[in-house]
C-alpha cells in the first residue's frame, strides 16, 4: 500500500469534519491518526500543523489537537469576507471566462447534481464547495484563490459546527443559475445571485449567539 502523503490525509481529515462526522471539540490523538493512516507520527505531526493554520484544528499545549470549535461571531466574520471575496472573483471572471471554460464549469455543476441525486455527501461536499473554487481558478486570481480555498474549508468548517441536518444547499441549482448570468455577459445579475446563494447557505446555520453560561450556581438559580 503507498503511504499517504500530509496533504492526502489532511483532506481526509477536512472531509470528516466537514461530513461532520469528527464534531468540534472532538481530540485528535496523535498515535491513533498515525494507526488509522498507517503513517509515522511525525507525519501526523505536519498534517496537524497543516490543519492548524487552515483553521480547523486547534492544538492545544496540554491536551493535544482538538478540531476547532468556531464561535458564533468567528463564524459570522467569514461569511462576511467570503462574500466579498466572490463578488471580486465574478469581477475578475470579466473577460476570462470562455466558451472552454464555460463547458467545464457547467459540467462541474453536472458532477454537483448526480452527487446530489444519489446524495452521495462526501461527493455533495466536495464539489459544491470545489464550485467556488474553480470560480477563482478560471479567473486566473492567484491570491484569491488562495483566499476561497481557506474560506470554503473554514465554511465547512462553520456548517459542520451550526447545521443540525446533513441537507447541503450550497447546491447544482444556485450555481447553474450564477453560471447562466455569466455566460449571457450579466456581471451585475451573476454578482445578485452570487450573493444570494450565499445568504441561502448561510441563513441555514443556527448562527444565535450562545447564551453566556452562569457565573455561578447562585446566578444560575437566582
Ligand atoms: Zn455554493
Same mark, same amino acid.
Given at each position: #500500500?503507498? &503511504? ?16 461532520? $462526522?469528527?464534531r468540534p471539540g472532538m481530540r485528535l490523538k496523535e498515535i491513533e491518526l498515525?494507526?488509522? @493512516? ?9 498534517v496537524l500543523a497543516m490543519l492548524e493554520r487552515d483553521g480547523l484544528v ?15 461571531? %468567528? ?18 471572471? &470579466? ?9 467545464? =464549469? @457547467? ?14 455527501? $462526501?461527493?455533495?461536499?466536495?464539489? !459544491?464547495?470545489?464550485?467556488?473554487? =474553480?470560480?477563482?481558478? #478560471? ?8 483566499? =476561497?480555498? %481557506?474560506?470554503?474549508? $473554514?465554511?465547512?468548517?462553520? &456548517?459542520?459546527? @451550526? ?8 447546491? +447544482? ?8 448570468? *455569466? ?10 445571485? =452570487?450573493?444570494?446563494? *450565499? ?7 443556527? *448562527? *444565535?449567539?450562545?447564551?453566556? +453560561? +452562569?457565573? !455561578?450556581? $447562585?446566578?444560575?438559580?437566582?
Open positions: #500500500m503507498e &503511504t499517504l502523503t500530509v496533504e492526502q490525509i489532511a483532506e481526509r481529515i477536512w472531509l470528516s469534519i466537514a461530513e461532520r $462526522r469528527l498515525a494507526e488509522v @493512516f498507517g503513517v509515522s507520527r511525525a507525519r501526523v505531526r505536519q486547534v492544538i492545544e499545549s496540554n491536551k493535544g489537537a482538538v478540531v476547532a470549535k468556531p464561535g458564533v461571531e %468567528d463564524a459570522k466574520d467569514i461569511f462576511h469576507i467570503r462574500s466579498a471575496v466572490e463578488q471580486r472573483v465574478l469581477e475578475r471572471l &470579466t473577460g476570462q471566462l470562455d466558451a472552454a471554460k464555460l463547458v467545464e =464549469m @457547467f459540467e462541474h455543476v453536472a458532477k454537483e447534481r448526480i452527487a446530489n441525486n444519489s446524495n452521495n455527501q $462526501r461527493e455533495i461536499i466536495k464539489l !459544491s464547495g470545489g464550485f467556488h473554487v =474553480m470560480l477563482a481558478e #478560471m479567473a486566473e486570481a492567484e491570491f484569491l484563490c488562495g483566499l =476561497m480555498r %481557506d474560506l470554503v474549508s $473554514r465554511t465547512s468548517l462553520i &456548517t459542520a459546527a @451550526f447545521r443540525d441536518s446533513n441537507k447541503h444547499n450550497c447546491g +447544482p441549482d444556485e450555481h447553474e443559475e450564477i453560471l447562466l448570468h *455569466l455566460k449571457n455577459g450579466d456581471l451585475e445579475a451573476a454578482k445578485k445571485a =452570487m450573493a444570494d446563494h *450565499l445568504e441561502h447557505v448561510e441563513s441555514e446555520l443556527k *448562527l *444565535l449567539q450562545d447564551r453566556a +453560561p +452562569p457565573k !455561578s450556581l $447562585r446566578d444560575a438559580l437566582v
